[in-house]
């Protein structure tokens, strides 16, 4: 299995050397068109015309920082106990790609998670962004270095309205946080842009509402409206569309799909609806009782006797040996 | 220019707007509107309890955070004066030398505790203030050559604060404007100060945050807050604002001691004030202070009268014998947390929406 993931990884590697040909190399991500978009972005973080995600950090777009893989774990690994949640996970993340991770329930993918974003630590292994070594980190220096994430049970500020909760995001990235002595209203720049992106996700309606009160589907509208307010480099969704309404899935699939558009961003989605990794994924990645089973192509990978069985639940030591 | 001052954080209902108007109002001409000793030091005791309290919500109401250290801080804000009086003498320089020693000291003191113990979660970290609170108590009554023990220390101010002192020869308003009444002007004008400065603290993008901690810590910290960062700053500054209404306190009675700063009573008193006014709401702190200080000085006389206007009927004159003022209190309480459980401020601004 280590072996196979070797070779795999740099499989991988290749295909983000051919994605880097010279049209898309690091001159370009240097270029004043691009610089100016970072100048813009520290003038002001927002404004109505502000494209959906802010402008990532210009230090993001470090050309040095760039020949790394945006998100690397190795051997990732952590041990509650006896019992191994993660195990001995590497993988690597190429700027610009949706990947999904799927995997039966238990099978590690909110552990896997909740190791990158740092709500646990590692018992053994690296977590790497743009080449830094991160795994010691804490959760909000993790967050600024770039790494932004939804939740699966909704995690939001309960007893502060819509607006509020999308506008202290953008206060945290405008590094606000610690200003005692101006009105937190006199900076109207971040209500804009929490409105901005509000409208994005389709709240803006309800942006007086205090959060407690709103419909479910609205809160996972609302936890989408942080992450993207929040405009990191690698955004994780964490079964995404979980408990929502049949018609509100596809304003959340769109969303995700323009952010995927966005070629500085990369993002990990957890999800078990078949169809919507068809649509939004261009890599699957397969864990199983905490271990990486497959890695690879939606269509091999869904096709593939390992996934089939994991779901199946038949004995996968098997597949992966076959 | 008015929302300025109250940093856009309007009553929000026309009831509270009336009600901490004839508060203001009260305050700002209790030597001229209620002449007398006792009505002033009550006056006197509202200003400085709003303070107090107010300081008391920002960790409370605001961060979530539950401390029992509260009255420790503003004992030390209290004996830093009473210090600084009682051996540099009745100088301002030495009042204001005291002060600034108590209120560094308190800070200080908050810092450690909320690096410390801030982590852990928060039953423990309300165990740990009260510990330490009851230790400093018991350290304050043990060091009795340098804080008078339980006696507390009696000192003289500077001469300006004191009755002696008379500003002007004729009287305004029919009022002699000795230096009893420059004193409580001193302390209104500085709780009026320090209050508008904790409601701007609590509608900075700083005092959001604390919300959004109270709220979520762990969402806090998942979009960049150094949660810990957050809390501690909290503590630091309502220990801060307490250690200052300690030296309101210290210049106005010219005495401190066990009882008035550090005891435990006080503590429950202030955590009364907050739950009653509202927490979360400075406001709430304003309107707890007010009602619980003149049930608290008043009652007692209120019931004595109650007892000779029932003197004829049987049994009631018992009930409403002064003696049982402690017991109404309690009731009053029970009253108040039963029919306004986010508070009377929560209450009011409930019922416009």
Known sequence: MGA?????RSRLALTALDRRNPSLSAAADISPSRGERGAAARRSCCGPGTPISPSPNPAWNDPVAREHPILETHELTIRFGG????????????????????????????????LISGQLRASHGKVVLNGQDITRMSVPERTLKGIGRAFQLTNLFPTLTVRENVRLVAQARANLGLDLFSMADSHVELIERAEHVLAEVRLLDKADQTVSALPHG???????????????????????????????VPVILRLIQELKADKDRTILLVEHKMDVIRTLADRIIVLHNGALVADGEPATVINSAVVQEAYLGKRVTEATHG | MLMKLLSGDRPASPVLTVLLLVILIGLAFAPFLFPGSKPLETAARICIFIVLVASYDLLIGYTGIVSFAHT?????????????L?????????????????????????????LFSLRVKAIFFAMVTLAIASAFA????QLSFLTGGEDGLNYKIPR?????????????????????????????????VLFLTLLRIVNSPFGRVLKAVRDNSFRAEAIGYKVVRYRTAATVLSAVMAAMAGVLLALW?????????????IMVDILLMVVIGGMGTMYGAVLGAVIFILAQTYLQSLMGLAEQATAGIPLLPDLVAPDRWLLWLGVLFVLSVYFFPTGIVGRLRAGKA
């Not at chain 1, 329930?105 to 909740?114: D, E, I, R, V």
């Open chain 1, 83 to 114: 019992h191994v949640a993660v195990d001995h996970v590497s993988c690597a993340f190429e700027r610009g790609t949706l990947t999904a991770i799927v995997g039966p329930n238990g099978a590690g993918k909110t552990t896997y998670f909740n």
């Open chain 1, 4 to 8: 196979e993931g070797g070779t795999r």
């Open chain 2, 160 to 192: 300006e604060l004191t009755p002696a002192f008379k500003l002007f020869a004729e009287p305004v308003l029919g009022l002699r404007i000795d230096g009893k009444v420059l004193s409580y002007y001193l302390i209104f004008g500085v709780a009026l």
């Open chain 1, 218 to 248: 609205d809160q996972r509208k609302l936890e989408v409206a942080l992450l993207i307010a929040l405009g990191p480099q690698v955004l994780m969704f964490d079964e995404p569309t979980a408990g929502m309404s049949v018609d509100e």
């Open chain 2, 253 to 265: 009675l010219r005495y401190t001691g066990p009882a008035t700063t550090l005891s435990m009573e």
């Open chain 2, 138 to 141: 018991v350290l304050v009554s």
């Open chain 2, 86 to 114: 009682s051996l540099g003498g009745a100088s301002f320089a030495a009042a204001g030398l005291g002060a600034l020693g108590g209120v560094a000291l308190a800070a200080v003191l908050a810092l450690a505790i909320g």
């Open chain 2, 72 to 84: 420790m801080f503003f004992g030390l804000g209290a004996y830093g004066t009473a210090l600084g």
